[in-house]
């Protein structure tokens, strides 16, 4: 029990830090004058105030953190940020209660898009940066945010990192101290943010938009400053650079970092995630186009193309814009694009889902079995991408993958015994743990998750956890074995 106080000191230094990043909506509610700036000072206070009580009061325990306690401090983390993110909602929002609230914080957080508010183009413009400001700060983690500046964390820096870090690769390394591999990722990250905001404001968007889609786009988080979604602007530029801009973030951050360092294009054509990524993206794209033409829901293949390409590319990356509403389209259009969302992303990128290379790990394997069967005395590898991949490593993937659709079912047979129908119970969930946010049925594109009642919120609330932290993170708490000594 006593290892508790070193997570609590480093949650309350975590606290009083991120505090910091409600000067933003501070500053926009100042330009704006919308009547918002109280409630984000009181929050900033509130937040800092929790933080420091925290800290002082467990600051002389400096232990390193175990292994094991990345896992703890990850979960505390998302929670508890969470948890206080709700402090500018419910003061800002007459009669929103907490359980709205913290759905809509536990979405942006772990970039799912997921909303039950409504009347965004209404609402004051500092409470919708701050939940795009959510998402962008998930985008990357909240925890390699603060590897990158609490040097104070030691050796369970490492473990946190590896904790929060997507994927099953988690053991390589950009630079050889965590501190700068963290902050790498996030100058990378800021840097091709800057970029989508002139990109976008060059394509029409306002500066206020361009940087609030800018910040979910990245993160593939998906908020919108419009009830409509992207469907407001109706612009084929727009849609053009938030299209390319998704493809960018469904890329692992690393392979950006080592472009940028190296000043060539060729990591993008070494890394097998993303070659399959976009493969996958662009046939699709094209294949649904022409399955929507050919059922005769657009006059012409080009307008198909339009509107299969950005919302396909969208839901796939998990990131949940929508120009139309697709779910009036041949149901095996917007199936295919839920189902592209459990595979597509890269590990190390911003995307939800099981992750391509584990998809990849997973095929070959499946094939690598077969060949033994033909051929028992052969020596059989299994490589992705020119690498061998350990036994350890595949042992843990089909492990991943049985938790994963054994966690879905049952998240979706819970919901369907609370009285959700099934159209909307499997869209919901694997619009959650995923963290794509638009699902099917109650919960399509056209609609959100106000109408669920309170217990289908909290579900779907711990169904985006898990996802964003890939199940493990958080199920491990949950094993007697973790609270042993």
């Known amino acids: 029990m006593s290892q508790v106080f070193p997570i609590a000191r480093v949650l309350g230094l975590m606290a009083m830090i991120m505090s910091s990043t409600h000067l933003l ?3 926009t509610s100042l330009i704006f004058d919308d009547g918002m700036l109280l409630p984000f000072l009181f929050s900033m206070v509130f937040n800092f105030t929790c933080g420091l009580v925290v ?7 400096t232990e390193d953190l175990r292994p094991r306690d990345g896992f703890l401090l990850v979960t505390l983390a998302w929670t508890g940020g969470a948890a206080f993110s709700t402090v500018p909602l419910l003061v800002a929002i007459p009669g929103l209660s907490f359980t709205d609230a913290y759905f809509e914080t536990m979405s942006g957080l772990t970039t799912t898009g997921a909303t039950v508010l409504v ?4 609402m004051p413009e500092s409470i919708n940066l701050w939940r795009h400001l959510l998402q962008w700060l998930g985008g990357m983690g909240i925890i390699v945010l603060a590897v990158a500046v609490l040097p104070l964390l030691g050796v369970g820096g490492r473990q946190i990192f590896k904790a929060e870090t997507p994927g099953p690769m988690k053991d390589a390394q950009l630079t050889p101290r965590i501190t700068e591999t963290a902050k790498n990722l996030w100058l990378v990250y800021f840097g091709i943010t800057m970029i989508c905001i002139l990109a976008l404001k060059i394509a029409g968007m306002s500066w206020f938009d361009a940087v609030n889609h800018s910040f979910s786009v990245l993160a593939t988080g998906g908020f919108s400053t419009h009830d409509a979604s992207i469907a407001y602007f109706d612009s084929v530029a727009i849609e053009a650079v938030l299209t390319y801009f998704m ?7 690393s392979t950006h970092f080592m472009v940028f360092r190296g000043r060539s294009f060729l990591p993008y054509l070494r890394d097998p995630e993303a070659k399959a990524a976009w493969g996958v993206l662009i046939a699709s794209a094209l294949g649904i186009a022409a399955y929507l033409y050919d059922a005769g ?3 012409n293949y080009w307008t198909a193309l339009r509107y299969a390409g950005f919302n396909l590319v969208s839901v796939a990356t998990s990131t949940g814009y929508a120009s139309v509403d697709f779910a009036n389209w041949p149901l095996f259009a917007p199936m295919w694009m839920l189902f592209l969302s459990c ?9 939800g889902g099981i992750k391509m290379v584990r998809t990849q790990i997973l095929f070959q394997q499946a094939l690598r079995e077969m060949r033994v069967l033909l051929h028992p005395n052969a020596v059989s590898v299994l490589k992705v991408g020119g690498g061998v991949i350990p036994n350890k490593v595949i042992f843990a993937v089909l492990a991943f993958i049985v938790v994963y659709f054994t966690s879905a079912a049952a998240f979706a047979l819970i919901l369907l015994a609370s009285g959700l129908d099934l159209l ?6 694997f619009a959650s743990i995923n963290n794509v946010g638009p699902g099917l049925g109650r919960v399509g594109p056209a609609s959100n998750y106000a109408s669920l009642s309170d217990f289908q919120k909290w579900l779907l609330a711990f169904a985006m956890l898990v996802g964003r932290l890939e199940l493990f993170t958080v199920f491990v708490l949950l094993t007697p074995g973790f ?3």
């Open 25 to 27: 909506p501070i500053a």
């Open 55 to 61: 800290w002082l009061a467990t600051r002389r325990h």
């Open 119 to 122: 009347n965004l183009d209404t």
């Open 247 to 253: 493809m960018v973030a469904v890329v692992n951050f």
């Open 297 to 299: 829901t657009y006059d």
């Open 343 to 351: 595979i597509v992303c890269s590990s190390g990128s911003t995307g």
């Open 424 to 429: 909307s119970s499997v869209g919901a969930v």
């Open 483 to 485: 609270w042993r000594k």
